[in-house]
Nanobody
């Protein structure tokens, strides 16, 4: 059973906004860090945003800083990523991932992954 499931991807036009959701099982407890990563064709997987398990302040990659918000609904075991003013460069498969303790940028450090959701930004 995949412990994380992403949803909310799709085809959007430049300048529009999108909300991605990541639901996870109860085996991923409150002290887990949840991160959003993305991978474009031919490129390495990169961190987009992350929330540490014990804190509510999210960190963001410079590529989405100022136009993204990541939140966590603990009652629903769900995290959300809102990206505003989408650009064609945001086109990628977006993944959520979980690890114990603190956020790190290294995707290899994350033990649990979702299957990904495709985001395509095109006019």
């Amino acid at each position: 059973q995949v412990p994380l499931v992403e949803s909310g991807g799709g085809l959007v036009q430049p300048g529009e906004s999108l909300t991605l959701s990541c639901s996870f099982s109860g085996s991923i407890s409150d002290d887990y860090a949840i991160g959003w990563f993305r991978q474009a064709p031919g490129k390495a997987r990169e961190e987009v945003s992350c929330l540490n398990g014990h804190f509510n302040a999210a960190s963001y990659a410079s590529s989405v800083q100022g136009r993204s918000i990541m939140t966590r609904d603990r009652a629903r075991n769900t995290v959300f990523l809102i990206i505003n003013n989408l650009e064609p460069e945001d086109t990628a498969v977006y993944y959520c991932a979980a690890k114990q303790d603190l956020c790190v940028r290294d995707a290899a450090a994350y033990a649990y992954w979702g299957q990904g959701t495709q985001v395509t930004v095109s006019s």
